[in-house]
């Protein structure tokens, strides 16, 4: 029963009893090890993408860009996808997204004031004092990998949760979906595309992870990416799945625990028949039952 935590503190990970906590866990880590991050850590591709939302500054260079993306080391902590400032003028938070929620909104609202809370902090201002500090513009953006459908391409939190009405402080994101474009962004886009379908046809495997790559350098799509850290983007994407399947299990492991242990209970109170403990719980068959009685006459 305890096979899977100790791989995971095996892998440099603090398991908790919790499995919600174990949950929390697996999901930074993949979190902070997408494709995503990976690619936009590289500066080369950061300009890129910010030449994207904004072409018409001719000027910018690697050098004016700085990351401000969120730091987490503790589970409970704020972490986001890419933040970064533009000579010290402009701040951009940007989420990627395969599946659609307005919840972002909520959590955008919170990346943001952390971000200006370490901005501050970066800049040795203080807010407390009267001298009015000096803040970068924000600019906030949602890459949503999906299909757009009749999705909207601004979504406000006014709107969105507060049905239009005046608030006092709002929140505007634009989305971002797949165009006709073939800019870096989009490239992302697609390459989302095609892992998902390499994964329908294969699973997660390898093979998914392999083709997908194989697919995307012969369409052109990051492609130089791809070549220059072919070897890495496997290791990252095999690792997820890794540590997808290793979550699953181990959920699945703990809820037919919790089953077994109920319905031994409920068995021995005779509170249910062997018959019946199938039909009250599902993940428990037959035979699983019948075990279970046997169990409890050998205690008895």
């Not at 398991?15 to 906590?21: G, I, R, S, Y």
Request: aromatic share 10%.
């Amino acid at each position: 029963m305890y096979l899977v935590p100790r791989i995971l503190r095996n892998r440099g990970v603090k398991v908790q009893d919790d499995t919600k906590q174990i949950e929390e866990v697996m999901a930074k880590r993949t979190a902070k090890n997408s494709v995503f991050l990976d690619l936009f850590q590289n500066k080369s591709y950061l300009l890129k993408l910010y030449k994207t939302l904004h072409p018409e500054d001719t000027t910018a260079t690697e050098d004016s860009l700085t990351d401000v993306t969120i730091e987490n080391v503790l589970t409970d902590n704020l972490y986001n996808d890419l933040g970064f400032i533009v000579n010290n003028k402009l701040m951009i938070l940007i989420e990627a997204q395969s599946t659609w929620t307005m919840n972002i909104l909520v959590r955008v609202l919170l990346y943001l004031a952390q971000s200006y809370h370490e901005y501050f902090q970066r800049t040795s201002q203080n807010y407390y004092k009267s001298k009015k500090v000096k803040m970068p513009k924000p600019e906030l953006y949602v890459i949503f990998t999906g299909n757009k459908g009749r999705k909207p391409d601004k979504i406000s939190l006014s709107k969105e949760f507060f049905e239009g009405a005046d608030i006092d402080i709002e929140v505007k994101a634009k989305v971002i979906y797949e165009s006709d474009t073939d800019d870096i962004i989009n490239q992302y886009i697609i390459f989302c595309k095609v892992f998902n379908e390499q994964t329908k046809q294969h699973g997660m495997t390898q093979k998914a992870v392999t083709e997908t790559i194989r697919i995307c350098k012969d369409r052109n799509v990051l492609r130089e990416y791809l070549f220059d850290r072919e070897k890495e983007v496997v290791t990252i994407m095999m690792s997820l799945f890794d540590e997808e399947q290793i979550m699953k299990s181990f959920i699945k492991s703990e809820r037919a625990d919790e089953a077994r242990e109920n319905a031994r209970i409920m068995l021995k109170n005779g509170r249910i028949s062997v018959e019946e403990i199938p039909s009250f719980f599902p993940k428990l068959t037959l035979e699983d039952a019948k075990e279970i009685e046997a169990e409890i006459m050998q205690l008895a």
